[in-house]
């Protein structure tokens, strides 16, 4: 999760939302980072989350990122949830959760819903408070 704060960090000095993901390899290894890019690219798809796995399936060779753990400093949104269940990511990892917007337990489980053909496991809350703050501090310079 402190990598994925990292690249939280990193995005918001290009004028991003602070968020943050990493793809680790099912060995553990890093295979991929991303920090949100709608700013700097203008792409409305481009979430951490999605930039993350985007670069992993092009490591990795394949869109099937099976064995594969996504850290995320923000519970995902309904876009990102839709992603890594079609990118098979194994187990999803997240620390603050999203009120307004979380498609993994604030609003939706969309990740966990039985009618789908592939359920990640789910790991919530991780460096919580950390990275709320990041977040938080954002918003509180923007108005």
Avoid: Q, Y
């Amino acid at each position: 999760m402190r990598r994925a704060l990292a690249e939280a960090v990193a995005a918001e000095a290009h004028g991003d939302v602070p968020i943050g993901a990493v793809v680790l390899g099912p060995g553990g290894d890093v295979i991929a980072v991303g920090g949100n890019e709608r700013e700097l690219t203008g792409d409305p798809t481009a979430h951490a989350e999605v930039v993350a796995i985007r670069r992993a399936a092009a490591v990795v060779g394949e869109w099937r990122l099976t064995g594969c753990t996504l850290v995320v400093t923000l519970e995902p949104c309904t876009m990102c949830a839709g992603a890594i269940v079609a990118s098979r990511i194994e187990h999803l990892v997240f620390g603050a959760f999203d009120e307004k917007a979380g498609a993994v337990a604030s609003l939706w489980d969309v990740v966990r819903d039985p009618r789908l053909n592939h359920r990640p496991t789910v790991t919530s809350g991780v460096l919580e408070a950390e990275c709320a703050a990041v977040l938080e501090e954002f918003f509180v310079d923007k108005r």
